[in-house]
């Protein structure tokens, strides 16, 4: 098992900046991928950025430019930090964790932290 706890939203103003933390701990395998996902009211969870432990990220096309995602290996930790925010970026942000165990992906979720700008 792999747990993920999250920190770092809140309320901000359209325009400014907020910093996301996901500390993964547990059963943990080198070869992974971690991530960010966003889920706003009525609406399906999407991904935002996600990045392998080789460093290569991807970006949801609405963030690129304004978001980044970055991880220190040895912490196993996941950052997103986003800039430039806008009230549509308004939802609840999830940490994954995602390995190969065996045979079968194992994909962990955090608790899902608020963000939200105003406008």
């Known amino acids: 098992q792999v747990q993920l706890v999250e920190s770092g939203g809140g309320l901000v103003q359209a325009g400014g900046s907020l910093r996301l933390s996901c500390a993964a701990s547990?059963?943990?395998?080198?070869?992974?991928?971690m991530g960010w996902y966003r889920q706003a009211p009525g609406k399906q969870r999407e991904s935002v950025a996600v990045?392998?432990?080789?460093?290569?990220?991807t970006y949801a096309d609405s963030v690129k430019g304004r978001f980044t995602i970055s991880r220190d290996n040895a912490k196993n930790t996941v950052y997103l930090q986003m800039n430039s925010l806008k009230p549509e970026d308004t939802a609840v942000y999830y940490c994954?964790?995602?390995?190969?165990?065996?045979?079968?992906?194992?994909?962990?979720w955090g608790q899902g932290t608020q963000v939200t700008v105003s406008s």
């Open positions: 990045m392998a432990n080789t460093g290569v990220p």
């Open positions: 547990g059963r943990i395998f080198s070869i992974n991928v």
């Open positions: 994954n964790h995602l390995q190969r165990d065996g045979n079968d992906d194992a994909q962990y």
